[in-house]
T-cell receptor, first 116, second 110 residues
Framework: KAGVTQTPRYLIKTRGQQVTLSCSPI?????VSWYQQTPGQGLQFLFEYFSETQRNKGNFPGRFSGRQFSNSRSEMNVSTLELGDSALYLC???????????????FGPGTRLTVT | GESVGLHLPTLSVQEGDNSIINCAYSNSASDYFIWYKQESGKGPQFIIDIRSNMDKRQGQRVTVLLNKTVKHLSLQIAATQPGDSAVYFCAEKNGQNFVFGPGTRLSVLP
């Protein structure tokens, strides 16, 4: 079974631009979560989607948004990029959200975004 | 590969020895915990989980211990191998979200 894939793997943008990152979950997984990882803050939760609906959202500004398609693929968008948005953006998929006994998140390799 | 954390605590262990990585969690109401391993250039990889109604859980070469009294989680790796070199995170399930610890870098010495 193929793992979680994320595209692109590396991206360089300038301040003020917007960016869209893509995530394809493991086949059969319907829950997709997005995380931002930086050296200073570690791994921080952005949002979670299940069946095309956003279930949970972390404490990030409205410039960060996402969506999920009917095939469970997900995209996240960051508008009006700031230097501080430079980070590794990780996507994780799981079969079901929120059920502790079944909750295993499988992470993709991430997209390294650099904002100059 | 990507740098997970520039100033992470580091644990250096001789190959073949046992490793113990510790994590303090924040919310006494957290009911589920996971340990992840992140190698350079890769996303975090699930290692083992434990629910709050358990004190100990064993996997292949790994054991997780949960002490709810002091909100402490530990990961024990038996017979540490070079391939175990990575950053290790704990995560607690806090409501619907996961909160991740800062991580510990494990370095295995030959």
């Amino acid at each position: 079974k193929a793992g979680v894939t994320q595209t692109p793997r590396y991206l360089i943008k300038t301040r003020g631009q917007q960016v869209t990152l893509s995530c394809s979950p493991i086949s059969g997984h319907r829950s997709v979560s997005w995380y931002q990882q930086t050296p200073g803050q570690g791994l921080q939760f952005l949002f979670e989607y299940f069946s095309e609906t956003q279930r949970n959202k972390g404490n990030f500004p409205g410039r960060f948004s996402g969506r999920q398609f009917s095939n469970s693929r997900s995209e996240m968008n960051v508008s009006t990029l700031e230097l501080g948005d430079s980070a590794l953006y990780l996507c994780a998929s799981s079969a079901q959200p929120g059920r502790a006994s079944l909750y295993e998140q499988y992470f993709g390799p991430g997209t390294r975004l650099t904002v100059t | 590969g990507e740098s997970v954390g520039l100033h992470l605590p580091t644990l250096s262990v001789q190959e073949g020895d046992n490793s113990i990585i510790n994590c303090a969690y924040s919310n006494s109401a957290s009911d589920y915990f996971i340990w992840y391993k992140q190698e350079s250039g890769k996303g975090p990889q699930f290692i083992i989980d434990i629910r709050s109604n358990m004190d100990k859980r064993q996997g292949q070469r790994v054991t997780v211990l949960l002490n709810k009294t002091v909100k402490h989680l530990s990961l024990q790796i038996a017979a540490t191998q070079p391939g175990d070199s990575a950053v290790y995170f704990c995560a607690e399930k806090n409501g619907q979200n996961f909160v991740f610890g800062p991580g510990t870098r494990l370095s295995v010495l030959p």
